[in-house]
């Protein structure tokens, strides 16, 4: 599936008004994180305010950067652009608005779909009108690239992780005195390393992420100090990943 956005080079509204709608428009996206990654990261984030029927990101020049996240209602929509917009990604904040049109997907589930090569031919004499109109046509900036730290420390052997091994978490438990390392539960199965490299990053102090293969669902996050790691713990708890409330609490030592 693509969007009318991809061949046209933008997404948003510019200069003029975008109706609501159930697709929305980011950009100012690091152009370091590979697509899969990418869109990994954004389902992850994004799942928590309604069903995604399609993520769109592409690899092209003047796509970089940018995506489309395609809800099946309008009020996903609006409150992800509400709740998201500005939120760092990636060690950018992202940019959100309303897609100036639909996607395939949504296009054909309400009877609206043209075929690309029918698009494409009214695309062009639409465009021969408006140049004899002497219409200027205007494109969204790229968004400035910045560097992305992708390199966090492998696991340690599972004699040295502070994990409570073989008590039931649903056991009330002493809870640990306040450290540098932040212990996660309840996350989605297939979260990966660099989803929360991506939240965490935006805390002061940050320095890694490890998980367990052997265990997921949980991970642990190591911070400078335990100042900045409860700084953390209190911007994020609660955080959902697709619909999973994230839990933070010290790891015991």
Do not use: C
């Amino acid at each position: 599936m693509e969007m009318q956005e991809a061949n046209q080079g933008g997404g948003g509204g510019g200069g003029s008004e975008v109706s609501p709608n159930q697709t929305i428009y980011i950009n100012n996206l690091n152009e370091k994180v590979k697509i899969d990654e990418l869109k990994k990261s954004l389902n992850a984030v994004f799942s928590q305010f309604g069903k995604i029927l399609e993520i769109l990101a592409f690899k092209t020049l003047k796509h970089k950067g940018q995506a489309w996240v395609v809800f099946d209602n309008v009020d996903s929509a609006s409150t992800a652009i509400a709740k998201m917009n500005e939120f760092p990604f990636y060690d950018k904040h992202m940019r959100i608005q309303y897609a100036k049109t639909k996607s395939d997907v949504v296009a054909k589930a309400d009877g609206t779909f043209v075929p690309r090569e029918k698009r494409k031919r009214h695309e062009e004499k639409g465009s021969k009108k408006r140049k004899d109109q002497h219409h200027d046509s205007t494109q969204m900036g790229m968004a400035t690239n910045s560097a992305y730290p992708g390199v966090y420390g492998a696991a340690p052997p599972l004699s040295q992780v502070p994990y409570p091994g073989g008590v039931k978490p649903n056991l009330p438990e002493a809870p640990a005195p306040p450290n540098n390392i932040l212990f996660v539960q309840n996350l989605p199965h297939e979260t990966t390393p660099m989803v929360l490299q991506m939240l965490f990053y935006q805390y002061q102090g940050f320095k890694e992420v490890r998980m367990i293969e052997a265990k997921p669902g949980i991970a642990f996050v190591e911070f400078a100090d335990e100042m900045q790691s409860t700084v953390a713990m209190q911007g994020l708890q609660s955080f959902k990943i697709q619909q999973n409330q994230m839990l933070i609490t010290y790891a015991k030592k």
